[in-house]
């Protein structure tokens, strides 16, 4: 069955780094685009970034650009998220986000990890 | 960056049906499919409904999904109980190039 485990989360100081991990499992992973999404607490669900199936492509949100990077390794079937000059507003559970469909008008997350909460504080 | 908007809440008494709107624009909702996610918290997000107005297999087909133009509805029938949860609509923006979230709809059952 299809599974995504995230990893990595914790608490962190205003201005530093921290890296999630994905581990994925149960499926073809090197076909599917992967997505990070996050929650603040007490707010709505907010897209965080896309890589394409292969790379190839990536996207991000507004609110990360320039300080988050994804990327993935399909030989280790995981993907990644450097996040880079944290700051409070990204506190929030990370989700890793399986994407069937990915570039196409049809696109949809069918498959969501268990989160993994990111607290930036001093 | 969300421009899919939600009501805040919803509410009805168990068998009755509730209906959420999704509003957006002619860059998403308008020229991409539409599909809703139900979240209760503590858990993973569900996938509910996807292009407009697909179940997947196992969803109830309580629950239905349309679309018209730059807006989407998912309606609930027969409502009861364990569908009490927070329902987000999402589509994807070629304008902004990113998937948007509508800003969520609390649901009760009274």
């Known amino acids: 069955q299809v599974q995504l485990v995230e990893s990595g989360g914790g608490v962190v100081q205003p201005e530093r780094s921290l890296r999630l991990s994905c581990a994925a499992s149960?499926?073809?992973?090197?076909?599917?685009?992967m997505h990070w999404v996050r929650q603040a607490p007490g707010k709505g669900l907010e897209w965080v970034a896309v890589?394409?199936?292969?790379?190839?492509?990536?996207h991000y949100a507004d609110s990360v650009e320039g300080r988050f990077t994804i990327s993935r390794d399909n030989s280790e079937n995981t993907v990644y998220l450097q996040m880079n000059s944290l700051r409070a507003e990204d506190t929030a559970e990370y989700y890793c986000?399986?994407?069937?469909?990915?570039?196409?008008?049809?696109?949809?997350?069918?498959?969501w990890g268990q989160g993994t909460l990111v607290t930036v504080s001093s | 960056q969300s421009v899919l908007t939600q009501p805040p809440s919803a509410s009805g008494t168990p068998g009755q049906k509730v209906t959420i709107s999704c509003s957006g624009s002619?860059?998403?909702?308008?020229?991409?499919?539409v599909n809703w996610y139900q979240h209760l918290p503590g858990t993973a997000p569900k996938l509910l409904i996807y292009?407009?107005?697909q179940r997947p297999s196992g969803v109830p087909d309580r629950f239905s999904g349309s679309k018209s133009g730059t807006s989407a509805s998912l309606a609930i029938s027969g409502l009861q109980s364990d569908d009490e949860a927070d329902y987000y609509c999402?589509?994807?923006?070629?304008?902004?190039?990113?998937?948007?979230f509508g800003g969520g709809t609390k649901v009760t059952v009274l």
């Open positions: 986000v399986r994407e069937v469909g990915t570039g196409t008008t049809g696109g949809h997350f069918d498959y």
């Open positions: 149960g499926f073809t992973f090197s076909n599917y685009g």
């Open positions: 890589i394409w199936h292969d790379g190839g492509r990536k």
């Open positions: 002619s860059s998403n909702i308008g020229i991409n499919t």
């Open positions: 292009s407009d107005n």
């Open positions: 999402a589509a994807w923006d070629g304008s902004l190039i990113a998937w948007l």
